[in-house]
T-cell receptor, first 115, second 115 residues
Framework: NAGVTQTPKFRILKIGQSMTLQCAQD?????MYWYRQDPGMGLKLIYY???????DKGEVPNGYNVSRSTTEDFPLRLELAAPSQTSVYFC??????????????FGPGTRLTVT | AQKITQTQPGMFVQEKEAVTLDCTYD???????LFWYKQPSSGEMIFLIY??????QNATEGRYSLNFQKARKSANLVISASQLGDSAMYFC????????????FGGGTRVLVKP
């Protein structure tokens, strides 16, 4: 199993550009999440999904959009990038039914700089 | 709303000694989960330990134990017999409901293990 994979690893955007951060998991997990981590801070939840076709906002959703057309994939879309979106983005997933359903598995992160 | 507070921005510990990382939380939900994650300098998020709000016993995972004091709303992490590889950022987090979804993170504590 590859676990949770994210692409790209690094990206530099100009202000106003758009991009999609890709996230995929091969563990058949129902739950998927996007977090952002600003320098020296803890992670904050952007969006999450409880299954294909179902998404909901987290703590800091403004400036982002998500979709979940399959169980495996959960892309995060940035529209009109702003310097405030400079951050490290983590995707995570967790299983709905298992002994350790509470454990979230994190991807390696995408480091995004907006200049 | 849930809140996690980690008051120790950084600390040193001697190799082979134990260290306690403080975490206090605030929530009005009766059901919640408490987590600790490790983030080494390479950036990945590594799950360490979980405690459900209804669990009677403190959780343990190898050298990690969670000192859960419900009345004080604290969930301190104890690392026994520190190793050089324990040098990292440590984040306390809590979930809405014991299932572990939608994590709220604290600001983190940086631990440096001295030889």
């Amino acid at each position: 199993n590859a676990g949770v994979t994210q692409t790209p690893k690094f990206r530099i955007l100009k202000i106003g550009q758009s991009m999609t951060l890709q996230c995929a998991q091969d563990m058949n997990h129902n739950y998927m999440y996007w977090y952002r981590q600003d320098p020296g801070m803890g992670l904050k939840l952007i969006y999450y999904s409880v299954g294909a076709g179902i998404t909901d906002k987290g703590e800091v959703p403004n400036g982002y959009n998500v979709s979940r057309s399959t169980t495996e994939d959960f892309p995060l879309r940035l529209e009109l990038a702003a310097p405030s979106q400079t951050s490290v983005y983590f995707c995570a997933s967790s299983g709905a039914v298992s002994e350790r359903a509470y454990e979230q598995y994190f991807g390696p992160g995408t480091r995004l700089t907006v200049t | 709303a849930q809140k996690i507070t980690q008051t120790q921005p950084g600390m040193f510990v001697q190799e082979k000694e134990a260290v306690t990382l403080d975490c206090t939380y605030d929530t009005s939900d009766p059901s919640y989960g408490l987590f600790w994650y490790k983030q080494p300098s390479s950036g990945e998020m590594i799950f360490l330990i979980y405690q459900g709000s209804y669990d009677q016993q403190n959780a343990t995972e190898g050298r990690y134990s969670l000192n859960f004091q419900k009345a004080r709303k604290s969930a301190n992490l104890v690392i026994s017999a520190s190793q050089l590889g324990d040098s990292a950022m440590y984040f306390c987090a809590m979930s809405q409901g014991a299932a572990g979804n939608k994590l709220t993170f604290g600001g983190g504590t940086r631990v440096l293990v001295k030889p």
